[in-house]
Antibody, heavy 119, light 113 residues
Framework: EVQLVESGGGLVNPGGSLRLSCAASGFTFNSYSMNWVRQAPGKGLEWVSSISSSSSYIYYADSVKGRFTISRDNAKNSLYLQMNSLRAEDTAVYYCARGEGIPWYFDLWGRGTLVTVSS | DIVMTQSPDSLAVSLGERATINCKSSQSVLYSSNNKNYLAWYQQKPGQPPKLLIY???TRESGVPDRFSGSGSGTDFTLTISSLQTEDVAVYFC?????????FGQGTKLEIK
């Protein structure tokens, strides 16, 4: 089955760190760019970061630049998001999503993992 | 960044009637070299991730019912549901992918009248 499964979310103190993972299956992972998109509770969608198939191109939203790092391991069919210096406004469900390139639309989404930043 | 603005914010339509959602971008998302509009539409039902409905402004994703259609070019786009069904109750988002700094509209909540 073609799917993306996120993990690693949880409750973290402001200023803390968290590493999200996204496991891909059912398709040739190293042929696709990958993305993180977040959604604060009751709010809209906000793109966070993108990485090309070979990790040659990486992009970040201004709101996370310098604090978050996207990476991937094509041998493990996995995408990651290292989140440092977390703030209350980073509280959201984080989705990983697939695209054929950059820029491209997102044709496959995971179910998301919830990150809560609170003391 | 390209700002995407949807209208209306919410919409109530009777079953079987037409629903129309608009999306306007702050700059053109039409790429002149290939004449493609870099605009997608997503549907999000409660407790679920977004689902791709339309890409290139008017191309329906595989498996999406043909009552869903997209139109428009440049800066003005429309998602139309020709005959509303109960399973269409959801929030709909437009997205530009003209720039790698992707942006989404704020969402339009569609309900049954």
């Amino acid at each position: 089955e073609v799917q993306l499964v996120e993990s690693g979310g949880g409750l973290v103190n402001p200023g803390g760190s968290l590493r999200l993972s996204c496991a891909a299956s059912g398709f040739t992972f190293n042929s696709y760019s990958m993305n993180w998109v977040r959604q604060a509770p009751g709010k809209g969608l906000e793109w966070v970061s993108s990485i090309s198939s070979s990790s040659s191109y990486i992009y970040y939203a201004d709101s996370v630049k310098g604090r978050f790092t996207i990476s991937r391991d094509n041998a493990k069919n996995s995408l990651y998001l290292q989140m440092n210096s977390l703030r209350a406004e980073d509280t959201a469900v984080y989705y990983c999503a697939r695209g054929e390139g950059i820029p491209w639309y997102f044709d496959l989404w995971g179910r998301g993992t919830l990150v809560t930043v609170s003391s | 960044d390209i700002v995407m603005t949807q209208s209306p914010d919410s919409l109530a339509v009777s079953l079987g009637e037409r629903a129309t959602i608009n999306c306007k971008s702050s700059q053109s998302v039409l790429y002149s070299s290939n004449n493609k509009n870099y605009l997608a539409w997503y549907q999000q039902k409660p407790g679920q991730p977004p689902k791709l409905l339309i890409y290139w402004a008017s191309t329906r994703e595989s498996g999406v019912p043909d009552r869903f259609s997209g139109s428009g070019s440049g800066t003005d786009f429309t998602l139309t549901i020709s005959s509303l069904q109960t399973e269409d109750v959801a929030v709909y988002f437009c997205q530009q992918y003209y720039s790698a700094q992707y942006t989404f509209g704020q969402g339009t909540k569609l309900e049954i009248k």
